[in-house]
């Protein structure tokens, strides 16, 4: 530990008042590949140890960052439950009283609906404090979870979002008190994404270009406007492929759009992998084509690797795209202006280095984890003194 580092962590301690890790609580739906189930798995890992001692609870035990989770020595708390209306209810409900207690939990942060479940009883356990994380448009959300999520909105310290495009939809669209709500960016692994020259993984190992997205596939992230602006410029560099790494359902309605537009042997479908940075290296230009969007780790992950990307206008994406100073922006839902940016940049070498090189500079300097680790603990520590002053 550097001597700064060391300084830092005295007044830390110093200000909060705590000599011992304060045990902290953050919970998620499930540990699998989504994109909030990373931010909870990279906060958890990163977070400074001699500050916080941080423990997870998820509904369903296994998934990709359950492993990563459980590799790291992160405490992981299954909580079983399937429904608010299942017999199981209460009794694992005891069961995260049982832990709570057991460990001392001092701070509950739910980053997803799970906060529905899990805030009442931390709030009758009179755990100090309890935030709630808006990570997403609740438009996206079934009409009665987005009621639920409202109520807890009422019993929360904070609610914790990561876009300025978010804190506004909070104030703006669910009512709630700027001084109730706090901002912390998404951070990337710079020890694993960034910029390398590398062989193309399998799939695309003959590709000449590569048009690609990482994501969870599911109806807000538009894919099938990817396709069909991909059918409209594929004829500009032969052997050119469109790559979609990613699970969710959509993807027969995914490749059935695929044939029809007769891109069966130029779209490339890879599952969820954890190799999630070799795909990256492989990819040309990287669009986000989101019809509604928070700040996507997908594209943040590809603009800290090199890719040259494109985004739609919508969320937090301007907010790391910039105006068209990382990458280009175009209209959601307009074919015609997606494709005319992929055909600006599938013509354009340099320009596209000169995006890929700001990006990854920019990921690595403004929007490393450690920073965003660094953030969500000062937040912790002030909802924690603020408690205690009251």
Not at 23 to 35: A, D, K, N, Q, S
Not at 58 to 69: C, V
Not at 200 to 215: D, E, L, Q, R, T
Not at 343 to 349: C, K, T
Request: hydrophobic share 45%; proline share 5%.
């Amino acid at each position: 530990m550097t001597a700064t580092l060391q300084s830092r962590t005295v007044v830390h301690k110093f200000i909060s008042g705590l000599e011992e890790p304060t045990p902290i609580l953050m919970t998620v739906r499930e540990l699998h590949h989504g994109g909030i189930e990373r931010d909870v798995t990279k906060i958890a890992m990163e977070i400074d140890r001699s500050r916080f001692e941080p423990h997870v609870a998820s509904y369903r035990a296994g998934g990709m960052r359950f492993e990563e989770l459980r590799r790291a020595g992160v405490p992981i708390l299954h909580l079983p439950l399937s429904s608010l209306k299942s017999p199981s209810t209460v009794s694992v409900a005891m069961r995260m009283r049982r832990y709570v207690r057991e460990h001392g939990i001092r701070l509950v942060h739910a980053y997803d609906s799970s906060a529905v479940f899990v805030l009442p009883i931390a709030r009758a356990l009179r755990v100090p404090a309890v935030l709630s994380s808006t990570l997403g448009n609740r438009n996206l959300m079934d009409r009665r979870t987005r009621r639920q999520v409202r109520w807890t909105d009422k019993i929360v310290d904070a609610v914790v979002v990561n876009c300025e495009a978010m804190r506004r939809h909070m104030i703006d669209d669910e009512h709630i008190s700027s001084a109730r709500i706090e901002l912390c960016y998404n951070g990337v692994d710079s020890a694993q994404f960034y910029p390398a020259a590398a062989r193309k993984p399998a799939p695309v190992a003959n590709a000449s270009f590569v048009v690609g997205a990482v994501c969870v596939l599911r109806p807000e992230k538009a894919l099938d406007l990817l396709q069909e602006a991909f059918a409209w410029v594929r004829h500009l560099k032969p052997g050119m492929k469109l790559l979609i790494v990613g699970s969710g359902p959509e993807l027969p309605r995914l490749e059935a759009n695929s044939r029809r537009l007769g891109l069966q042997d130029d779209c490339i479908f890879v599952p969820a992998t954890p190799l999630v940075p070799q795909f990256l290296r492989a990819i040309d230009i990287f669009v986000l084509c989101s019809h509604s969007e928070a700040f996507s780790n997908g594209l943040l992950e590809a603009m800290a690797c090199g890719c040259a990307v494109v985004g739609s206008r919508v969320g937090g994406t301007p907010e790391l795209i910039g105006n068209d100073e990382r990458g280009l922006l175009f209209q959601p839902g307009d074919v015609h202006d997606l494709a005319a940016k992929l055909v600006l940049l599938i013509g354009n070498e340099q320009r596209r280095r000169q995006f890929g090189a700001l990006g990854a500079e920019f990921a690595r300097r403004e929007l490393s984890i450690e920073i965003a680790a660094g953030r969500m603990a000062e937040i912790y520590e002030t909802v924690l003194r603020r408690k205690r002053a009251s």
